[in-house]
């Protein structure tokens, strides 16, 4: 059976990192000839390529995405593209986040403090809650890889 399937961008081989490199994997890429790959990056969209990277930061009201270089909370444009992403594809069955990505993480985002301490190493980046909120089935794509089922 044939699924639409979301994907971050940088795994289609789209240099849209921090640094302008893509993390392409022609693995899960073969693992998933033959389904619809509907391609995202809110990182890019809101921020442009190159751009300076961001953590994930523990706060009382929620996670938030927050710029390193100038301590600046970017946590809006992100979650304005992951519910615009999700408001207009509406038939996404399943959600492929690259692994430890502040916004596309699935289980693999890191978590710091406001003093950049480590507090967990298995968050759900912006983009992958949102889907996750909305019952989406979710993976990183490393985990993709080994498994069987999907």
Known sequence: ?????????????????????????????????????ISF????HAFGTPRPTMDLVAYE????AISNESGVDLSAPVQTYAQNFF???????LFIGKDR???????????Y??????????????MAKEALERGIVCVD??????LSWL
């Open 141 to 146: 794509a490393e985990a993709y890889l080994s």
């Open 41 to 44: 990056c809110p990182e890019e």
């Open 101 to 111: 990505s502040p916004s596309c993480g699935v289980c693999s985002a890191k978590l």
């Open 61 to 64: 009201e929620g996670n938030k």
């Open 113 to 126: 403090d406001k003093e950049k301490n480590l507090l967990s190493t298995n968050e759900a980046g912006l």
């Open 87 to 93: 408001d207009t594809h509406t038939n996404i069955d």
């Open 1 to 37: 059976m044939t699924k639409n399937v979301a994907i971050s961008a940088c795994l289609l081989g789209n240099k849209c990192r921090y640094d302008a490199k893509d993390n392409k994997n022609e693995d899960l890429l073969e693992k998933l000839e033959g389904h619809t790959l």
